[in-house]
């Protein structure tokens, strides 16, 4: 079973920066592709970015290409997600994901365990 925890995440004003970090429990972390979803009021979730087991393939939603990265740290145990340039339109509540397999995915069905959730705000 892993269990994920989320840090990081709060109230930015447009244009600045943010990390977020998803820390794992158990053995083994490069088994598992690595994702970050986000979810704002009244939406459904929605893929924000992927990483491979190895952290050697990314993916990331047409809206915040050149903005956000994704990488890992396998001896960490430990994914971040670094938001750049955001937008009031990046405000939501955002939860990294673990799959049971090395090879990336853009849906939440089939991810298989999830953090708890952090905001995310960005004001005009």
């Known amino acids: 079973q892993v269990q994920l925890v989320q840090s990081g995440g709060g109230l930015v004003q447009a244009g600045g920066s943010l990390r977020l970090f998803c820390a794992a429990s158990g053995r083994t972390f490069s088994n598992y592709a690595m994702g970050w979803f986000r979810q704002a009021p009244g939406k459904e979730r929605e893929f924000v970015a992927a990483?491979?087991?190895?952290?050697?393939?990314?993916r990331f939603a047409d809206f915040v290409k050149g903005r956000f990265a994704i990488f890992r740290d396998n001896a960490k145990n430990t994914v971040y997600l670094q938001m750049n340039s955001l937008i009031p339109e990046d405000t939501a509540v955002y939860y990294c994901?673990?799959?049971?397999?090395?090879?990336?995915?853009?849906?939440?069905?089939?991810?298989?365990?999830w953090g708890q959730g952090t905001q995310v705000t960005v004001s005009s």
């Open positions: 990483i491979s087991g190895s952290g050697g393939y990314t």
């Open positions: 994901a673990a799959r049971l397999s090395p090879i990336m995915a853009v849906t939440p069905n089939q991810y298989d365990h």
